[in-house]
């Protein structure tokens, strides 16, 4: 009882400050408890709510509670993906608040209450977190489901949920005493519909008067995709259906398009500052976008959580103070390489000894095990490095033995993400008695695998189809332990490629779009001839290489920076 005053107290305290920014997401991903999101964007939603609390922005999150969570992926005897409620117990983790508010979906009143998490930064400054639920006696059973599933359902659940998160967000923070709100953050186009939300609270003298301008000195929109076919439209006869007259129609449609309401461009044209998750991500907006201005922040990852415990020992000791200001991992030069070796040794022992109880696969210790985890979707390409399968085996036969490690989930209704997935976990079974190499897809992704994998593996993989890859945020998890990345060109990548010394690029920088066999055989070419000669026989400039992945990647790649960029070019 007392530990829940407490929090109360805190969140009161949270109300009263001034110039707050509202940070809204369909998915975040503040607990490994809490399995309310999908992937990478979920948990840069996590790492900024952290970096906000760790520096003390006044910020407070809004989110949906999804009480099956995503999916809990398992793989039948044939390999292929099958899907399981995510159960959890929302009372474990969460606390109830008593407000409640009301949306309107398909003409009905929906009753919406929200529970509350309150994340502590470093030196104890708070962000709260709303999860909003429908899932209520007062409901009908469509409208309490749509507080079951993430990305679940059809184009009509997907609205509502959106109708709930921005309409419904903007009422709750309302209800809930937040008066001052400087800036809404749209974290990508779902929460786009708050800016009508918006619009029609400043037009409630009633007279017609829509003040876009105003909604626009508001809000900041950031873009996650350069893929047309992720951002959601909606056609006008549903949004009428279920959304109903928030704003006059042809005001909608002059903003958010007029053949499909469009929630990117929608969020376009309500923001003041728009930004792109990357430099290069920036660029290709423009492209997609002309006629608006798009800057750029580069993505990063929270340190302290995605620092495995031996490295965190170790920086610690050889950079105290590290955690409230990541710049200085910069100083990891001067951490010795034997340290630097022992601690990346028992990380990996860890990932090894999860493999083992996981699969009852035995890997080896001093064999280079590459990792690639994220969402299994084709641009991906989970498989490009076994596009030549027998080439891949006779490098393992001459240059060493390989270890490769895959995890991610395919979205249910994503069937070639699925292929992929059972693509590779055949690949692995008819491998399983090689005697160089060994493959392991491993159960149901999630924060606490990601972990063990970017602590633990030695080189993390990305082979995403050009020009697809908006960010990228596990390479630099991998960075912040020494793990050095060998991936195209694409997102962060661009940015945080020293070829030879923070890892390696594969394919070349001028190809704007992939050609699958030139990268495959890019790939080929680095790993025999560069990387694992590297690993396993010039042990001091692979050591070099970890402590240059610390201290020239880690040290910039981190939310940390992110978050002071957002509050400085975007917030204020
Ligand atoms: C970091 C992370 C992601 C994002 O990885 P990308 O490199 O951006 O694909 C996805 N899922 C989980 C569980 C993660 O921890």
């Known amino acids: ?41 979920g948990i840069l939603a996590g790492d900024t709510i952290r970096s906000s609390a760790d520096l003390g922005v006044p910020l407070m ?65 708070t962000v709260p977190v709303y999860f909003l639920d429908t899932d209520l006696p007062d409901n009908s059973d469509f409208d309490r489901s749509l507080s079951y599933y993430l990305y679940g359902g059809d184009e009509r659940y997907r609205l509502a949920q959106e109708i709930i998160l921005g309409i419904g967000g903007v009422r709750m923070l309302r209800k809930l005493g937040y008066k001052d709100i400087l800036r809404y953050h749209l974290n990508e186009g779902h929460a786009s519909l708050l800016t009508l939300e918006l619009l029609s609270e400043y037009n409630n003298a009633g007279k017609n008067n829509w003040d876009v301008e105003q909604v626009k000195n508001r809000c900041v929109f950031t873009t996650h995709t350069p893929v047309s076919a992720g951002m959601d439209q909606f056609p006008y006869p549903l949004v009428e259906q279920v959304l109903g007259n928030i704003i006059p129609f042809d005001l909608l449609k002059g903003l958010a398009g007029e053949e499909k309401l469009n929630m990117t461009q929608l969020a376009l044209n309500l923001s003041h500052y728009i930004n792109g998750v990357a430099k290069k991500h920036g660029l290709v907006s423009c492209e997609m976008f002309p006629g608006y201005h ?24 050889y950079i105290p103070g590290w955690k409230l200001d990541p710049f200085s991992l910069r ?26 109880k996981s699969s009852d696969l035995k890997f080896e210790k001093d064999v280079l095990t590459i990792g690639f ?69 491993l159960e149901n992704y999630n924060m606490e695998l ?68 030139e990268e495959a055989d890019s790939l080929y070419k680095k790993l025999e001839a560069e990387i694992m000669p590297a690993y396993y026989n010039q042990k001091e400039r692979w050591l070099n290489i970890m402590r240059h992945c610390v201290a020239v990647n880690a040290s910039f790649f981190n939310t940390q920076r992110m978050v002071l960029q957002y509050v400085s070019n975007a917030y204020l």
């Open 331 to 356: 100083y990891a030069l001067n951490i010795p390489e034997e340290e630097i070796w022992n601690a990346h040794q028992m990380a990996k022992e860890k990932l090894i000894g999860y493999i083992k």
């Open 1 to 41: 009882m007392e530990a829940r005053e407490g929090l109360l107290y805190e969140h009161e305290e949270c109300i009263r400050r001034i110039n707050r920014i509202a940070y809204f997401s369909m998915e975040i991903c503040v607990d490994s408890q809490i399995p309310t999101y999908s992937g990478g964007l």
């Open 294 to 317: 798009i800057d750029s922040i580069t993505n990063g990852v929270h340190s302290v959580t995605w620092v495995g415990k031996y490295f965190a020992e170790l920086y610690d000791r």
């Open 450 to 517: 990601a972990k063990i994998l970017t602590t633990g593996v030695d080189l993390w993989l990305n082979t995403p189809r050009k020009p697809q890859e908006a960010s990228g945020t596990s390479g630099m998890k991998a960075a912040h332990n020494g793990i050095p990345s060998f991936s195209i060109l694409d997102g962060w990548w661009v940015e945080g490629c020293i070829e030879g010394i923070t890892g390696w690029s594969i394919g070349s920088a001028a190809n704007l779009e992939s050609i699958e066999a």
């Open 61 to 125: 999150a809004i989110t949906l509670l999804y009480k099956k969570g995503y999916l809990r992926q398992k793989f039948n005897e044939q390999g292929y993906q099958q899907e399981l409620p995510e159960e959890w117990n929302p009372e474990e983790v969460l606390t109830q608040l008593p407000t409640r508010i009301q949306v309107e979906i398909e003409g009905r009143k929906v009753t919406v209450q929200c529970w509350l998490y309150m994340v502590k930064g470093i030196e104890g400054q």
């Open 373 to 441: 985890a994220r969402r299994a979707t084709a641009y991906k390409r989970a498989d490009l490095i076994f596009y030549d399968l027998n080439h891949l085996i006779d490098i393992a036969s001459r240059k060493g033995k390989l270890q490769l490690v895959f995890a991610g989930k395919a979205h249910p209704k994503d069937q070639p993400g699925k292929e992929l997935v059972e693509k590779v976990i055949h690949i692995s079974r008819q491998l399983l008695l090689a005697d160089n190499i060994k493959i392991v897809y």
